[in-house]
């Protein structure tokens, strides 16, 4: 069996589209009727590995890093070296029921620390 046919065996040789189980008999292409027994298809498996990239690539989503984007300030008291400004974010960290956690980074010596 050639190569594009063994692991083509749910799309049809003529046009690419998935096949759909039409019977127990046979899956029939849905846009030019092409027809293929299910004795060809039955007892094979497909496997894929689907990374998060590819689910928000598909849904159109795209990451944003911290240092692409413009933190807002805030005057806010470093635990570290007593700088009393910082950057601030928030994120929903537990269920939607519960309050953000919000997330600083003082100025100066970029330590980072939360409150809930």
Same mark, same amino acid.
């Given at each position: 069996? *050639? =190569? &594009? @046919? %063994? @692991?083509?065996? !749910?799309?049809?040789? /003529? ?5 759909? !189980?039409?019977? $127990?008999? =046979?899956?029939?292409?849905?846009? +030019?009727? /092409? ?11 497909? &496997? =894929?590995?689907? $990374? %998060?990239?590819?689910?928000?690539? *598909? !849904?159109?989503? &795209? ?7 413009? !933190? ?13 400004? %910082? *950057? =601030? ?5 537990? &269920?939607?029921?519960?309050?953000? $956690?919000? /997330?600083? @980074?003082?100025?100066? +010596?970029?330590?980072? /620390?939360? *409150?809930?």
């Amino acid at each position: 069996m *050639e =190569y &594009s @046919r %063994a @692991r083509g065996f !749910l799309f049809c040789d /003529f046009c690419g589209t998935m096949l759909s !189980l039409k019977s $127990t008999k =046979y899956a029939e292409c849905p846009l +030019c009727k /092409f027809k293929r027994s299910v004795k060809e298809i039955s007892e094979r498996e497909i &496997s =894929y590995v689907v $990374t %998060a990239e590819d689910i928000r690539r *598909e !849904l159109g989503i &795209s990451l944003i890093r911290d240092q692409e984007v413009q !933190l807002s300030k805030v005057k806010k008291k470093c635990e570290k070296c007593e700088n009393d400004e %910082a *950057e =601030y974010w928030t994120m929903q960290m537990r &269920s939607a029921d519960e309050g953000q $956690t919000t /997330f600083y @980074r003082c100025t100066k +010596c970029g330590h980072k /620390f939360s *409150e809930n």
